[in-house]
């Protein structure tokens, strides 16, 4: 069995920052596992925010390069999504993804809400 459990999100003005974190526990294996953050805003599809592979390469949306920043301690099964400038359109519910090679397997985070507003 396999959980994640996502924290961190909350309510921020615009221009700020916030970061979140995601702790995988369970029989998963950090060298095996692509982690990455969606995010789903309401009436929207979920979509892709960042992804990070075990040795540390990054994938990220045109939408926030340059702003958020993925990263994970393989040590602790956890990855983080650091995320700056902060705009209204990043407001979602934002989840984490572990998405594990050998077996193939997809797990998710139950989600944590990110509001920018002023």
């Known amino acids: 069995q396999v959980q994640l459990v996502e924290s961190g999100g909350g309510s921020v003005q615009p221009g700020g920052s916030l970061r979140l974190s995601c702790a995988a526990s369970g029989s998963i294996s950090a060298i095996n596992v692509k982690m990455g953050w969606y995010r789903q805003a309401p009436g929207k599809q979920r979509e892709l925010v960042a992804t990070i592979l075990s040795g540390g390469r990054t994938n990220y949306a045109d939408s926030v390069k340059n702003r958020f920043t993925i990263s994970r301690d393989n040590g602790k099964n956890t990855a983080y999504l650091q995320m700056n400038s902060l705009e209204p359109e990043d407001t979602a519910v934002y989840y984490c993804?572990?998405?594990?090679?050998?077996?193939?397997?997809?797990?998710w985070g139950q989600g944590t809400q990110v509001t920018v507003s002023s």
């Open positions: 993804n572990a998405k594990q090679i050998t077996p193939a397997r997809d797990y």
